[in-house]
């Protein structure tokens, strides 16, 4: 009996340690070559080179603008656990409350200054306000913000993603952009639906 008991505790000991293992490498599965090359494409330097971060060197948006290199859009990143995003802030604008499911975020800012914030588990709110040079890391899966609160200047900063497909989760398109009951979030926000509309309408995409 004592042997059979041992026998059991080893395996479940087992079990348990591959499932920590397992949970300590979550995030993009590893591949099996040294990148995925998409098929009928000739594979040279263009392919693992990506351009559409030039834009940032020719223009100046009036809108919070996010330019991102992710798998979507530079494929060679596919298999390689990384991308980027670069976050421009004309004076007075915010990246909303959004999340990213699989991966955490570095923030790194380079021009002028942002306050910024995320809320944990626990509902936690933990903010800063960065200056050029600083950086921030906003926790995988976390809700957080960002905002310029300078009246004048703009800011610009770069992201880096431990994913090549991080993905966001806006918290008000989520809620309000899409067809969840209006009876739903006015109970769960404490208002009524005349409200709810207003907001539903204010996210509304402009034709």
């Known amino acids: 009996m004592a042997s059979r008991t041992s026998t059991i505790k080893f395996f479940s000991l087992i079990i348990c340690s591959l499932a920590i293992a397992e949970m300590a490498m979550a995030g993009d599965p590893d591949i099996l070559s040294d990148f995925i090359a998409p098929p009928n494409r000739t594979v040279d330097g263009n392919f693992f080179t990506y351009t559409g971060m030039r834009v940032i060197f020719q223009e100046d948006p009036k809108n919070f603008t996010v330019l991102k290199a992710t798998s979507a859009e530079f494929p060679a990143l596919n298999g390689q656990s990384v991308s980027y995003a670069v976050l421009e802030f004309p004076s007075g604008t915010t990246n909303p409350p959004h999340t990213h499911p699989r991966s955490a975020e570095l923030l790194f800012l380079v021009g002028g200054s942002l306050e910024v914030g995320f809320v944990d588990t626990k509902n936690n709110l933990f903010t800063q306000t960065l200056q050029v040079g600083d950086l921030f890391v906003f926790p995988k899966g976390l809700v957080h913000f960002q905002y310029n609160a300078?009246?004048?200047?703009?800011?610009?900063?770069?992201?880096?993603?431990?994913?090549?497909?991080?993905?966001?989760?806006?918290?008000?398109?989520?809620?309000?952009?899409?067809?969840?009951?209006?009876?739903v979030l006015a109970l769960s926000f404490k208002t009524d639906v005349s409200t709810i509309q207003k907001l539903k309408a204010g996210l509304a995409p402009k034709p």
Not at 154 to 181: C, E, M, Q, R, W
Request: proline share 6%; glycine share 6%; aromatic share 6%.
């Open 150 to 183: 300078d009246s004048e200047s703009p800011a610009i900063a770069i992201s880096a993603f431990g994913s090549a497909s991080a993905g966001t989760v806006s918290i008000p398109s989520t809620l309000f952009a899409t067809n969840i009951d209006d009876n």
